[in-house]
Protein backbone atom coordinates (compact mmCIF):
# COMPACT_ATOMS: atom_id res chain seq x y z
CA UNK A 1 0.00 0.00 0.00
CA UNK A 2 1.25 3.85 -0.50
CA UNK A 3 0.15 7.04 1.04
CA UNK A 4 -2.14 8.26 -1.30
CA UNK A 5 -4.26 4.62 -0.72
CA UNK A 6 -7.94 5.76 1.09
CA UNK A 7 -7.52 5.20 4.68
CA UNK A 8 -11.17 3.90 5.71
CA UNK A 9 -12.87 6.87 8.48
CA UNK A 10 -12.46 5.15 11.67
CA UNK A 11 -11.69 2.16 13.07
CA UNK A 12 -12.55 -1.01 15.54
CA UNK A 13 -10.89 -2.68 18.57
CA UNK A 14 -9.08 -5.40 18.42
CA UNK A 15 -9.75 -6.80 21.84
CA UNK A 16 -12.46 -8.91 20.26
CA UNK A 17 -10.18 -11.62 19.09
CA UNK A 18 -8.90 -14.01 21.85
CA UNK A 19 -5.05 -15.12 22.13
CA UNK A 20 -2.10 -13.49 23.94
CA UNK A 21 0.61 -13.68 21.83
CA UNK A 22 1.47 -12.00 18.87
CA UNK A 23 0.93 -14.84 16.29
CA UNK A 24 -2.55 -15.20 17.80
CA UNK A 25 -2.28 -11.33 17.01
CA UNK A 26 -1.68 -11.55 14.05
CA UNK A 27 -3.57 -14.54 13.32
CA UNK A 28 -7.05 -13.06 14.23
CA UNK A 29 -5.78 -9.79 12.00
CA UNK A 30 -5.36 -11.76 9.33
CA UNK A 31 -8.55 -13.79 9.40
CA UNK A 32 -10.61 -10.99 11.00
CA UNK A 33 -9.20 -7.64 10.22
CA UNK A 34 -8.36 -8.53 6.73
CA UNK A 35 -11.87 -9.16 6.01
CA UNK A 36 -13.42 -6.41 7.38
CA UNK A 37 -11.28 -4.42 5.28
CA UNK A 38 -12.34 -6.29 2.40
CA UNK A 39 -15.14 -5.34 2.93
CA UNK A 40 -15.42 -1.77 3.60
CA UNK A 41 -12.58 -0.15 1.56
CA UNK A 42 -11.28 -3.02 -0.71
CA UNK A 43 -8.63 -0.89 -2.30
CA UNK A 44 -7.75 0.99 0.53
CA UNK A 45 -6.69 0.64 4.02
CA UNK A 46 -7.83 -0.17 7.52
CA UNK A 47 -7.19 1.40 10.52
CA UNK A 48 -7.47 -0.83 13.69
CA UNK A 49 -6.91 -0.42 17.22
CA UNK A 50 -4.72 -2.89 18.61
CA UNK A 51 -5.06 -4.73 22.01
CA UNK A 52 -1.51 -6.50 22.62
CA UNK A 53 -1.90 -8.27 25.63
CA UNK A 54 1.69 -7.97 28.47
CA UNK A 55 2.87 -10.85 25.97
CA UNK A 56 2.33 -10.04 22.93
CA UNK A 57 3.79 -6.49 23.54
CA UNK A 58 7.26 -8.52 25.67
CA UNK A 59 7.78 -10.71 22.28
CA UNK A 60 7.70 -7.55 19.56
CA UNK A 61 10.48 -6.01 21.85
CA UNK A 62 12.62 -8.77 23.28
CA UNK A 63 12.71 -10.72 19.91
CA UNK A 64 12.94 -8.09 17.92
CA UNK A 65 9.66 -8.66 15.23
CA UNK A 66 8.48 -4.80 15.22
CA UNK A 67 10.33 -4.28 12.12
CA UNK A 68 9.01 -7.38 10.58
CA UNK A 69 4.99 -6.61 12.37
CA UNK A 70 5.14 -3.05 10.92
CA UNK A 71 5.85 -4.39 7.61
CA UNK A 72 3.02 -7.14 7.79
CA UNK A 73 0.42 -4.41 8.51
CA UNK A 74 1.79 -2.39 5.89
CA UNK A 75 1.18 -5.25 3.46
CA UNK A 76 -2.12 -6.13 4.97
CA UNK A 77 -3.37 -2.28 4.72
CA UNK A 78 -3.76 -2.20 7.81
CA UNK A 79 -3.25 0.79 9.87
CA UNK A 80 -2.57 0.84 13.79
CA UNK A 81 -3.34 4.47 15.28
CA UNK A 82 -4.48 3.39 18.82
CA UNK A 83 -3.56 0.56 21.03
CA UNK A 84 -5.86 -0.55 23.97
CA UNK A 85 -4.12 -1.10 27.21
CA UNK A 86 -6.67 -2.01 29.78
CA UNK A 87 -6.68 -5.45 29.54
CA UNK A 88 -2.81 -6.32 30.36
CA UNK A 89 -3.30 -10.14 30.88
CA UNK A 90 -5.74 -12.43 29.18
CA UNK A 91 -9.16 -10.82 27.90
CA UNK A 92 -10.77 -14.29 27.39
CA UNK A 93 -10.64 -16.10 30.07
CA UNK A 94 -14.13 -18.48 30.28
CA UNK A 95 -14.44 -15.89 33.26
CA UNK A 96 -12.55 -12.43 33.30
CA UNK A 97 -15.08 -10.60 35.44
CA UNK A 98 -12.58 -8.41 38.38
CA UNK A 99 -9.48 -9.80 36.39
CA UNK A 100 -9.10 -7.32 34.14
CA UNK A 101 -8.48 -4.27 36.46
CA UNK A 102 -5.48 -5.97 37.01
CA UNK A 103 -2.71 -5.02 38.02
CA UNK A 104 -3.77 -1.19 38.94
CA UNK A 105 -1.87 1.91 38.61
CA UNK A 106 -0.73 0.88 42.26
CA UNK A 107 1.63 -1.73 40.39
CA UNK A 108 4.62 -1.13 38.76
CA UNK A 109 4.14 -3.55 36.56
CA UNK A 110 1.21 -1.36 35.40
CA UNK A 111 3.89 1.33 34.34
CA UNK A 112 6.19 -1.13 32.63
CA UNK A 113 3.44 -2.57 30.21
CA UNK A 114 2.32 0.70 29.21
CA UNK A 115 6.03 1.88 28.84
CA UNK A 116 6.10 -1.31 26.78
CA UNK A 117 3.23 -0.43 24.69
CA UNK A 118 4.64 2.82 23.86
CA UNK A 119 8.07 1.63 22.41
CA UNK A 120 5.59 -0.54 20.22
CA UNK A 121 3.36 2.34 19.08
CA UNK A 122 6.12 4.43 18.53
CA UNK A 123 7.49 1.56 16.10
CA UNK A 124 4.37 1.47 14.23
CA UNK A 125 2.91 5.02 13.78
CA UNK A 126 3.37 6.33 10.55
CA UNK A 127 5.63 9.11 10.68
CA UNK A 128 4.27 12.61 12.40
CA UNK A 129 1.01 11.73 13.49
CA UNK A 130 -0.57 10.98 17.20
CA UNK A 131 -1.14 7.95 19.11
CA UNK A 132 -3.26 6.83 22.04
CA UNK A 133 -3.42 4.18 24.42
CA UNK A 134 -6.30 3.60 26.28
CA UNK A 135 -5.63 2.68 29.94
CA UNK A 136 -7.69 1.50 33.21
CA UNK A 137 -8.99 4.11 35.25
CA UNK A 138 -6.89 3.21 38.17
CA UNK A 139 -8.24 0.05 39.11
CA UNK A 140 -11.10 -1.57 40.80
CA UNK A 141 -11.97 -0.87 44.56
CA UNK A 142 -12.36 -3.86 45.64
CA UNK A 143 -10.92 -1.86 49.36
CA UNK A 144 -11.55 1.83 49.88
CA UNK A 145 -8.53 4.10 48.32
CA UNK A 146 -7.50 6.94 50.18
CA UNK A 147 -5.29 10.40 49.03
CA UNK A 148 -1.84 7.96 49.45
CA UNK A 149 -3.27 5.81 46.70
CA UNK A 150 -4.31 7.78 44.44
CA UNK A 151 -0.74 10.00 44.78
CA UNK A 152 0.69 6.35 44.11
CA UNK A 153 -1.00 6.01 41.35
CA UNK A 154 -0.51 9.30 39.90
CA UNK A 155 3.49 9.12 40.55
CA UNK A 156 3.19 6.17 37.52
CA UNK A 157 0.85 7.39 35.28
CA UNK A 158 3.82 10.63 35.38
CA UNK A 159 6.14 8.34 34.99
CA UNK A 160 4.69 6.89 31.93
CA UNK A 161 4.17 10.61 30.93
CA UNK A 162 7.41 11.44 31.08
CA UNK A 163 8.63 8.47 29.30
CA UNK A 164 5.91 9.06 26.44
CA UNK A 165 7.86 13.28 26.58
CA UNK A 166 11.20 11.38 25.58
CA UNK A 167 9.69 8.81 23.49
CA UNK A 168 8.40 12.29 21.23
CA UNK A 169 11.42 13.61 21.60
CA UNK A 170 13.64 11.10 20.56
CA UNK A 171 11.92 9.59 17.44
CA UNK A 172 9.27 12.61 16.68
CA UNK A 173 5.91 10.62 17.21
CA UNK A 174 3.51 12.13 19.79
CA UNK A 175 1.68 9.23 22.00
CA UNK A 176 -0.42 10.08 24.50
CA UNK A 177 -1.79 7.60 27.53
CA UNK A 178 -5.57 7.90 27.81
CA UNK A 179 -7.57 6.99 31.27
CA UNK A 180 -10.89 4.96 30.80
CA UNK A 181 -13.65 6.20 33.30
CA UNK A 182 -15.74 3.10 33.61
CA UNK A 183 -18.95 2.21 36.24
CA UNK A 184 -17.89 0.76 39.64
CA UNK A 185 -13.85 1.87 39.02
CA UNK A 186 -12.14 3.99 41.35
CA UNK A 187 -12.47 6.35 38.55
CA UNK A 188 -16.35 6.01 36.73
CA UNK A 189 -17.38 9.68 36.23
CA UNK A 190 -16.34 12.52 34.27
CA UNK A 191 -16.34 14.65 37.41
CA UNK A 192 -14.22 11.86 39.43
CA UNK A 193 -11.54 12.05 36.46
CA UNK A 194 -11.27 15.84 36.77
CA UNK A 195 -11.19 15.99 40.06
CA UNK A 196 -8.16 13.18 39.83
CA UNK A 197 -6.35 15.16 36.70
CA UNK A 198 -6.75 18.54 38.82
CA UNK A 199 -5.24 17.68 42.44
CA UNK A 200 -3.03 14.69 41.41
CA UNK A 201 -1.48 15.54 38.35
CA UNK A 202 -1.80 18.78 36.85
CA UNK A 203 -1.04 20.13 40.64
CA UNK A 204 2.80 19.84 40.33
CA UNK A 205 6.24 20.76 38.43
CA UNK A 206 5.22 18.28 35.60
CA UNK A 207 1.62 19.35 34.95
CA UNK A 208 3.02 20.50 31.27
CA UNK A 209 4.18 16.96 30.74
CA UNK A 210 0.65 15.51 32.31
CA UNK A 211 -1.33 17.69 30.22
CA UNK A 212 0.86 16.85 26.58
CA UNK A 213 0.92 13.25 27.15
CA UNK A 214 -2.07 12.24 29.88
CA UNK A 215 -6.15 12.41 28.81
CA UNK A 216 -8.65 10.92 28.63
CA UNK A 217 -10.65 7.71 26.62
CA UNK A 218 -14.00 8.41 26.75
CA UNK A 219 -15.76 5.38 26.27
CA UNK A 220 -19.74 6.43 25.29
CA UNK A 221 -21.25 3.36 26.84
CA UNK A 222 -19.41 3.36 30.05
CA UNK A 223 -20.78 7.27 30.39
CA UNK A 224 -23.89 5.87 29.40
CA UNK A 225 -24.29 3.39 32.03
CA UNK A 226 -23.65 6.35 34.57
CA UNK A 227 -26.53 8.02 32.96
CA UNK A 228 -24.40 10.86 32.35
CA UNK A 229 -25.10 13.45 29.37
CA UNK A 230 -23.03 12.98 26.82
CA UNK A 231 -22.21 16.59 25.80
CA UNK A 232 -22.20 17.42 29.49
CA UNK A 233 -19.33 14.78 30.49
CA UNK A 234 -17.31 15.86 27.24
CA UNK A 235 -17.65 19.53 28.09
CA UNK A 236 -16.07 18.93 31.81
CA UNK A 237 -12.88 17.49 29.96
CA UNK A 238 -12.80 20.65 27.53
CA UNK A 239 -13.37 23.08 30.08
CA UNK A 240 -10.61 21.62 32.92
CA UNK A 241 -8.22 21.49 29.93
CA UNK A 242 -8.25 17.51 30.34
CA UNK A 243 -7.68 16.49 26.22
CA UNK A 244 -9.20 13.57 24.85
CA UNK A 245 -7.08 11.46 23.51
CA UNK A 246 -9.70 8.80 21.86
CA UNK A 247 -13.52 7.77 22.06
CA UNK A 248 -14.48 4.06 22.37
CA UNK A 249 -17.73 3.97 20.16
CA UNK A 250 -19.74 1.72 21.77
CA UNK A 251 -23.57 1.11 23.11
CA UNK A 252 -24.65 -0.13 26.37
CA UNK A 253 -28.11 -1.77 27.13
CA UNK A 254 -31.40 0.44 28.62
CA UNK A 255 -33.89 -1.15 30.73
CA UNK A 256 -37.38 0.91 30.30
CA UNK A 257 -39.14 -0.25 33.83
CA UNK A 258 -40.59 3.49 33.60
CA UNK A 259 -42.48 2.65 30.13
CA UNK A 260 -44.43 -0.73 31.67
CA UNK A 261 -45.51 0.67 35.35
CA UNK A 262 -49.19 -0.71 34.19
CA UNK A 263 -48.41 -3.26 32.09
CA UNK A 264 -47.33 -6.64 34.33
CA UNK A 265 -46.81 -8.40 30.93
CA UNK A 266 -44.51 -6.52 29.42
CA UNK A 267 -42.48 -6.42 32.74
CA UNK A 268 -42.80 -10.25 33.29
CA UNK A 269 -40.80 -9.81 29.46
CA UNK A 270 -38.41 -7.62 30.72
CA UNK A 271 -37.44 -9.69 33.68
CA UNK A 272 -37.19 -12.86 31.36
CA UNK A 273 -35.03 -11.55 28.75
CA UNK A 274 -32.64 -9.70 31.47
CA UNK A 275 -32.41 -13.48 33.03
CA UNK A 276 -31.14 -14.48 29.70
CA UNK A 277 -28.44 -12.55 29.48
CA UNK A 278 -26.45 -12.44 32.63
CA UNK A 279 -23.91 -14.25 31.51
CA UNK A 280 -20.54 -15.33 33.63
CA UNK A 281 -17.61 -14.35 31.64
CA UNK A 282 -17.47 -10.70 32.10
CA UNK A 283 -18.89 -7.64 34.62
CA UNK A 284 -22.00 -5.99 33.66
CA UNK A 285 -22.32 -3.43 36.53
CA UNK A 286 -26.04 -2.57 36.82
CA UNK A 287 -27.35 0.92 37.53
CA UNK A 288 -30.73 2.48 38.14
CA UNK A 289 -32.05 6.15 37.85
CA UNK A 290 -33.38 8.29 40.06
CA UNK A 291 -36.63 10.25 39.57
CA UNK A 292 -34.90 12.97 38.42
CA UNK A 293 -33.08 10.77 35.11
CA UNK A 294 -29.40 10.82 36.76
CA UNK A 295 -27.58 7.82 39.09
CA UNK A 296 -29.40 6.89 42.15
CA UNK A 297 -27.56 3.61 42.94
CA UNK A 298 -24.81 0.95 41.21
CA UNK A 299 -24.41 -2.39 41.79
CA UNK A 300 -21.19 -4.55 40.50
CA UNK A 301 -23.16 -7.09 38.18
CA UNK A 302 -26.30 -8.04 36.80
CA UNK A 303 -27.19 -11.00 38.58
CA UNK A 304 -26.53 -9.10 41.79
CA UNK A 305 -28.89 -6.69 40.52
CA UNK A 306 -31.58 -9.22 39.67
CA UNK A 307 -31.42 -11.28 43.23
CA UNK A 308 -31.65 -7.85 44.56
CA UNK A 309 -33.50 -5.41 43.09
CA UNK A 310 -36.49 -7.80 41.69
CA UNK A 311 -36.66 -9.28 45.34
CA UNK A 312 -40.63 -9.39 44.88
CA UNK A 313 -43.10 -8.77 42.46
CA UNK A 314 -42.99 -4.59 42.34
CA UNK A 315 -41.97 -2.72 38.97
CA UNK A 316 -39.17 -1.19 38.78
CA UNK A 317 -40.17 2.68 38.80
CA UNK A 318 -36.93 3.97 36.86
CA UNK A 319 -35.28 2.50 34.20
CA UNK A 320 -31.51 0.75 34.75
CA UNK A 321 -28.15 1.09 32.44
CA UNK A 322 -26.48 -2.48 32.10
CA UNK A 323 -22.64 -1.86 30.69
CA UNK A 324 -22.89 -5.14 27.92
CA UNK A 325 -21.85 -3.69 24.99
CA UNK A 326 -24.26 -3.89 22.01
CA UNK A 327 -23.62 -3.35 18.79
CA UNK A 328 -23.93 0.05 17.88
CA UNK A 329 -26.27 -0.79 14.98
CA UNK A 330 -28.41 -2.01 17.30
CA UNK A 331 -31.35 0.41 19.35
CA UNK A 332 -33.58 -2.06 20.47
CA UNK A 333 -33.78 -5.97 21.11
CA UNK A 334 -36.86 -7.95 22.37
CA UNK A 335 -38.20 -5.69 25.26
CA UNK A 336 -34.93 -3.79 25.80
CA UNK A 337 -33.53 -1.07 24.51
CA UNK A 338 -29.82 0.66 24.16
CA UNK A 339 -28.25 3.96 24.52
CA UNK A 340 -27.74 4.05 20.60
CA UNK A 341 -28.51 7.93 20.65
CA UNK A 342 -25.66 8.50 23.02
CA UNK A 343 -23.52 7.70 19.98
CA UNK A 344 -25.11 10.50 17.88
CA UNK A 345 -24.86 13.19 20.94
CA UNK A 346 -21.20 12.55 21.95
CA UNK A 347 -20.07 12.41 18.01
CA UNK A 348 -21.93 16.08 17.68
CA UNK A 349 -19.96 17.68 20.48
CA UNK A 350 -16.97 16.21 19.24
CA UNK A 351 -17.29 17.67 15.77
CA UNK A 352 -18.20 20.93 17.28
CA UNK A 353 -15.43 21.29 19.17
CA UNK A 354 -12.99 19.72 16.89
CA UNK A 355 -11.08 22.14 16.09
CA UNK A 356 -10.26 23.67 19.77
CA UNK A 357 -7.06 23.63 21.49
CA UNK A 358 -5.26 22.70 25.07
CA UNK A 359 -1.69 24.24 25.13
CA UNK A 360 -1.46 24.57 21.45
CA UNK A 361 -2.22 20.80 20.74
CA UNK A 362 -5.54 19.50 19.35
CA UNK A 363 -8.02 18.62 22.47
CA UNK A 364 -9.70 15.97 20.75
CA UNK A 365 -7.56 13.90 18.37
CA UNK A 366 -9.75 12.74 16.46
CA UNK A 367 -9.23 9.15 17.01
CA UNK A 368 -12.72 7.16 16.81
CA UNK A 369 -12.57 3.35 18.27
CA UNK A 370 -15.58 1.07 17.65
CA UNK A 371 -15.23 -1.21 20.73
CA UNK A 372 -17.85 -4.23 20.74
CA UNK A 373 -15.49 -6.84 22.77
CA UNK A 374 -18.84 -8.42 23.72
CA UNK A 375 -19.37 -10.80 20.39
CA UNK A 376 -19.05 -13.98 21.86
CA UNK A 377 -21.33 -13.29 25.20
CA UNK A 378 -24.18 -11.74 22.93
CA UNK A 379 -27.94 -12.98 23.67
CA UNK A 380 -28.77 -15.53 21.03
CA UNK A 381 -30.98 -13.20 18.82
CA UNK A 382 -27.94 -10.58 18.43
CA UNK A 383 -25.50 -13.33 18.07
CA UNK A 384 -23.95 -13.74 14.16
CA UNK A 385 -21.70 -16.73 12.44
CA UNK A 386 -19.58 -14.20 10.77
CA UNK A 387 -17.98 -11.50 13.48
CA UNK A 388 -16.10 -10.02 9.88
CA UNK A 389 -19.57 -9.07 8.55
CA UNK A 390 -20.66 -8.26 11.99
CA UNK A 391 -17.84 -5.39 12.90
CA UNK A 392 -17.96 -3.91 9.18
CA UNK A 393 -21.62 -3.16 9.78
CA UNK A 394 -21.02 -1.51 13.15
CA UNK A 395 -18.10 0.31 11.01
CA UNK A 396 -20.93 1.26 8.27
CA UNK A 397 -23.12 2.24 10.97
CA UNK A 398 -21.01 4.92 12.64
CA UNK A 399 -19.64 6.13 9.14
CA UNK A 400 -23.71 7.40 8.53
CA UNK A 401 -23.41 9.08 11.92
CA UNK A 402 -20.91 10.96 11.20
CA UNK A 403 -22.20 11.85 8.19
CA UNK A 404 -25.39 12.89 9.16
CA UNK A 405 -23.74 15.37 11.67
CA UNK A 406 -21.23 16.85 8.92
CA UNK A 407 -24.50 17.17 6.87
CA UNK A 408 -26.37 18.81 9.78
CA UNK A 409 -23.40 21.33 10.47
CA UNK A 410 -23.26 22.57 6.87
Known sequence: MNDSATVYHHGYCTNVHAGISIDAAKANLERYACDVRQRLVPQGRLPVGLWL????????????RLADFRAWLEEKGLVPYTLNGFPQQD?????????????????????????????????????GSVGTISTLPLGWPHAPWHADDLRTAAEHLLEVAQYAKRMEEETGRH??????????????????????????LFSGRQEAV???????????????????????????????GIRLGKVQVSSAIHVPWDRCQDDPGAAADIRT????????????QTTAAAPHGRLQRLIEDLPHALSRWLADDAIPRHPWRIHFHIPIYVDCFG??????????????????????????????????????????????????????????????????????????RT
Open 210 to 240: ARRHLSVCHDICHSGVMFEPQAEALEQYRRA
Open 175 to 200: IVVAIEPEPGCVLNTASEVVEFFTHY
Open 273 to 284: QLARIGEPKYLH
Open 53 to 64: AEQAAHQLLREG
Open 335 to 408: SLQTTQDDIGEATTYLEQYRQETVDGMPWFTGHYEVETYAWTVLPPELATDNLAAGIAQELEYFSIVRERIKMA
Open 91 to 127: FHQPVVKHAVYEPTWLCQSRAEYTKMLIDVLAWLLPQ
